[in-house]
């Protein structure tokens, strides 16, 4: 799949990257170098870091960019067009699917405990609390994120490097970005950290595996960061917090489950007539773009 010729130019992309993360560094590191994780003050300004992708992608596109192209990208946003539903289904059984087989291996192969799922406890309590869930979900990341990452960076990386490579770049930016997280007690990251090297260089495999599942809802439906924003979502929820709490070894029975998935996600892209079609249509969209709003 070669890259769109004449649309691999955007001088903005460097300028988002770089402020996107010393934004998250700064303040994701600032509780630990002042000695206030844990307080109000020191929680406030960890997660506040933690908004940079989606909020400094925003100010560049207000700032920079025409009204006809903010509204397009608002649309995209809030809707997905072609098999829409389906990916979204497709996504919900294989994060679930990932998830079960990260439980069967973790507790026959690495010895380690099942995990408590304190969450699907309360739910089977309380079904209404699903709601809450997953506002959790989706404020945890998702929507602090993915405005920034699919909605801004994917596609210039993508008409810059093509889809594989660019995903791939994208995920170790999304890993670089979490280097606060590996300095903070009580983020899992940390306790990776403390565990071991091996754990940590995982935890980087992971994300660039789950950066391609979120690339592949973005593409397939033609550009919706809504649909890469759920794919983020289900990943977490289905992964993470449902099984929540669990252990080590759990952890990183989920990290491998979920990049093999995504390995085979990967071959599926690599091989399917119909997503290469759905890259093409999102190539073509992208540089309609280009063409009616100027370099954007």
């Not at 406030?44 to 100010?59: K, M, N, Q, R, T």
């Not at 070894?249 to 990967?266: H, K």
């Amino acid at each position: 799949m070669k890259r769109i010729a004449g649309f691999d130019s955007d001088k903005k992309l460097a300028l988002f990257f770089a402020v996107t993360l010393l934004w998250t560094w700064a303040f994701g590191m600032s509780p630990v170098f002042f000695g206030i994780t844990g307080t109000p003050l020191g929680t406030f300004l960890f997660y506040f870091g933690g908004g940079a992708p989606s909020i400094v992608a925003v100010v560049i596109i207000l700032r920079t960019w025409p009204k006809s192209a903010i509204r397009s990208y608002f649309v995209r946003c809030l809707r997905f067009r072609g098999p829409g539903w389906k990916i979204l289904l497709f996504l919900v059984l294989f994060f679930a699917a990932a998830s079960a087989a990260a439980v069967l291996f973790g507790t026959a192969l690495l010895d380690s405990p099942p995990p408590e799922m304190a969450w699907i406890k309360i739910l089977a309590a309380r079904p209404y609390m699903i709601i809450p869930m997953l506002l959790i979900s989706l404020i945890s990341g998702p929507l602090n994120e993915e405005l920034g990452w699919r909605g801004y960076a994917q596609d210039r990386l993508t008409a810059r490097y093509g889809l594989y490579k660019g995903t791939v770049i994208l995920g170790l930016a999304w890993g670089v970005w979490h280097l606060a997280w590996f300095f903070t007690p009580g983020q899992a990251q940390h306790e990776m950290a403390q565990r071991s090297v091996w754990e940590c260089a995982m935890f980087f495999v992971f994300v660039v595996a789950q950066s391609f599942v979120v690339s592949f809802a973005y593409v397939s439906t033609r550009r919706s960061i809504l649909a890469g924003a759920f794919a983020h979502m289900m990943c977490n929820f289905l992964t993470s917090q449902l099984l929540a709490p669990f252990s080590g070894p759990m952890r990183l029975s989920v990290m491998l489950s979920v990049t093999v998935f995504s390995i085979a996600l990967v071959v599926y892209m690599i091989r399917s007539r119909k997503f290469k079609e759905a890259y093409r249509t999102a190539q073509s969209d992208f540089a309609d773009d280009r063409k009616r709003y100027g370099s954007v």
